[in-house]
Nanobody
Framework: QVQLAESGGGLVQPGGSLRLSCAAS????????MGWYRQAPGKQRDLVAT???????NYADSVKGRFTISKDNAKNTVYLQMDSLKPEDTAVYYC?????????????WGQGTQVTVSS
């Protein structure tokens, strides 16, 4: 099995920065994509940013130019640097992984970490 452990959420003022981390562990054979989604109260879970094993990145339009996704392949860890945060970025942020364990490929999710942007 695979576990995704997130860290780095919290409370920050508008215009501030936070860095989220997500480490994948378990019997991992390959990681195809890792990234972040977020869900605000009463709304659906939406993509924030993803990165493939080859380093191709994808961002939601709402975070382009403010958020940066990166990864450390040796540590099976993905990071999300969030700058110029806005109140509308407030949400629970979930780590996502498209990961193969031996012969089985599947989608895995972390427990979520709260990010609150407020003065």
């Amino acid at each position: 099995q695979v576990q995704l452990a997130e860290s780095g959420g919290g409370l920050v003022q508008p215009g501030g920065s936070l860095r989220l981390s997500c480490a994948a562990s378990g019997s991992i054979s390959s990681i195809y994509t890792m990234g972040w989604y977020r869900q605000a109260p009463g709304k659906q879970r939406d993509l924030v940013a993803t990165t493939t094993g080859g380093g191709v990145t994808n961002y939601a339009d709402s975070v382009k130019g403010r958020f940066t996704i990166s990864k450390d392949n040796a540590k099976n860890t993905v990071y999300l640097q969030m700058d110029s945060l806005k109140p509308e970025d407030t949400a629970v942020y979930y780590c996502y992984g498209d990961i193969r364990v031996r012969t089985r490929r599947g989608d895995y999710w972390g427990q979520g970490t709260q990010v609150t942007v407020s003065s």
